[in-house]
C-alpha cells in the first residue's frame, strides 16, 4: 500500500513510523479551543513515495491530451511457460479480444446446424466474430456462413485451420436441399455459401455450387446470396458456372499479397489464379457484384498492398476487405504483426479512393462481415428497386406508343 502523509494545521503533530507518518492532536493546543465546540482543521494529502498525478489532477476537470497512437496501441510482453523455459510471448491486443460465444441462441443455431449436416466456415476457421454473429436476439437476426461440400479441404494453407486430406468424403447429394430447408426456415435476408476446395472432383465442386444456389432461389426468391468460392484450379469456366447460377455476389479471396502468396497459400493457388477467377466471374455477369478478401499481419508491405489493389481493381472487383491475421494453432504461420485499427482505417480509405464500391477494414474483419453484407444488401435491394421502376417506365410507353397507333 502506498505511505502517505498529512499536513495539517500547527495543532497537529506528526508521529512517523517506517515510511509512514500519522497526524495526531497536539495537546497544548485544547486550551485554545472554546468549550462544547470541536476543532476540524482541514486536511490535505501528499504522497511521498509516488511521483505520479495527484488526486486532484483526476478531479479538476482538466482535459489531458490524448495518447499518441504508438503508445495507445503499445504491445505488452509477457514471460509464460514452466520454470526455467519460459518464453517472452507478445501479449493479444485488447482490440483483438471478443466474448466467449455461449448465448441461447449460438447453442440453437449451432443445434440446427447439426441436426440438418450443415457445416459452417465460422466453426471450421474459428472466426473471432461468432459470438456477434451467431449471438443475435432471434435467429433471424443471426448471420452465419455455411460451408459446403463437408468439413476437409484438399489443399493445405498455412493459415487455415480447417482440416485436410488428399481424399475427402464423397459429397452429400442432400447437401443443396438441407441448405436451402435451413436458410428458408430461418428466414433471412442475406446469407453467405462457402466451400472448401475439392481438387479431388472433376469440376471441384462448381456444380454442386450452382445447385445449391439454384435450390434457394427457388424456395426464396428474395434472398439474396453470397458465394466466397475456392479458383477450381483455374477452370474459369466452372467460376462462369456459379457466376451464373442466380446469386448476387461472387467473392473469392486472394488470401495475402502476390508476394507472399507462394508461401502463404497452398502452392496450388497463386495470385493471378485468382485474379483471372474474379475477372472470368465479371465477364460473365457484369451486374454481378464482385468482391475479396486479404489479411494483415503476414509481413506485407505497403508497397504490395498498393499493387494488389491495383490489380484487383483492373478486374473491376467491387468490394475489399481487410483483417488481421490470427494465428490458428502452433502449426500455422506465426503473426509478424498486429496491425493497428489506425493503419486498417487509413487501407479502408485508400481502397475507397481507388474506386471499390465498398471497403470493410478492421482487426476483426473477416471475408464475411455483417456490416459489410449489411452495405451490400442495401445496394442491391436499390438496383432491384431501380430496375422494377425502369421496367415500368419502359411498359408504359410502351403502351402510350401502342395507343397512339391505333
Request: glycine share 6%.
Amino acid at each position: 500500500m502506498t505511505a502517505v502523509r498529512a499536513v495539517v494545521s500547527p495543532s497537529y503533530t506528526f508521529t512517523t513510523i517506517g515510511h509512514r507518518s500519522y497526524a495526531t492532536t497536539d495537546s497544548s493546543s485544547a486550551t485554545n479551543t472554546p468549550a462544547g465546540t470541536t476543532r476540524r482543521p482541514a486536511t490535505t494529502f501528499r504522497d511521498k513515495l509516488n511521483a505520479g498525478p495527484s488526486f486532484a489532477d483526476f478531479v479538476s476537470g482538466d482535459k489531458e491530451e490524448p495518447l499518441d497512437p504508438s503508445e495507445a496501441y503499445a504491445l505488452k510482453k509477457a514471460m509464460v511457460g514452466p520454470a526455467g523455459r519460459k518464453k517472452e510471448m507478445t501479449r493479444l491486443p485488447e482490440w483483438l479480444k471478443t466474448p466467449i460465444p455461449d448465448s441461447k441462441n449460438y447453442q440453437r443455431l449451432k443445434k440446427d446446424l447439426r441436426g440438418l449436416n450443415l457445416h459452417t466456415v465460422c466453426e471450421e476457421a474459428r472466426c473471432p466474430n461468432i459470438s456477434d454473429c451467431w449471438g443475435g436476439n432471434d435467429k433471424s437476426a443471426a448471420t452465419a456462413t455455411i460451408m459446403l461440400m463437408g468439413d476437409t479441404c484438399t489443399r493445405g494453407c498455412r493459415f487455415c485451420s480447417v482440416k485436410t486430406n488428399r481424399a475427402p468424403p464423397p459429397l452429400d447429394p442432400h447437401e443443396p436441399e438441407n441448405t436451402s430447408e435451413a436458410i428458408s426456415r430461418w428466414g433471412l435476408g442475406y446469407v453467405v455459401l462457402t466451400s472448401v476446395d475439392r481438387d479431388d472432383l472433376v469440376d471441384g465442386g462448381a456444380r454442386h455450387f450452382a445447385e445449391t444456389v439454384i435450390k434457394i432461389k427457388q424456395k426464396a426468391p428474395n434472398i439474396l446470396v453470397e458465394c466466397l468460392t475456392g479458383d477450381y484450379r483455374g477452370d474459369v469456366e466452372m467460376a462462369k458456372l456459379v457466376a451464373r447460377s442466380g446469386l448476387d455476389v461472387y467473392a473469392h479471396n486472394v488470401e495475402t499479397v502476390e508476394a507472399l502468396t507462394p508461401y502463404v497459400r497452398d502452392r496450388r493457388a497463386t495470385f493471378q489464379q485468382s485474379i483471372r477467377v474474379l475477372k472470368a466471374a465479371k465477364e460473365a455477369r457484369p451486374d454481378l457484384i464482385t468482391k475479396t478478401s486479404l489479411m494483415l499481419g503476414l509481413g506485407e508491405t505497403d508497397e504490395q498492398l498498393w499493387d494488389a489493389l491495383r490489380q484487383l481493381r483492373a478486374v473491376n472487383v467491387d468490394v475489399v476487405t481487410f483483417g488481421q491475421y490470427m494465428r490458428p494453432t502452433k502449426r500455422h504461420m506465426a503473426v509478424e504483426e498486429y496491425v493497428t485499427p489506425d493503419r486498417f482505417e487509413a487501407w479502408r480509405q485508400r481502397a475507397l479512393d481507388m474506386g471499390f464500391l465498398y471497403c470493410a477494414s478492421g482487426p476483426l474483419v473477416r471475408s464475411s462481415y455483417k456490416a459489410g453484407e449489411a452495405f451490400i444488401e442495401n445496394v442491391l435491394k436499390k438496383r432491384r428497386a431501380g430496375a422494377t421502376a425502369t421496367e415500368g417506365t419502359v411498359d408504359q410507353t410502351v403502351v402510350a406508343a401502342d395507343q397512339a397507333t391505333h
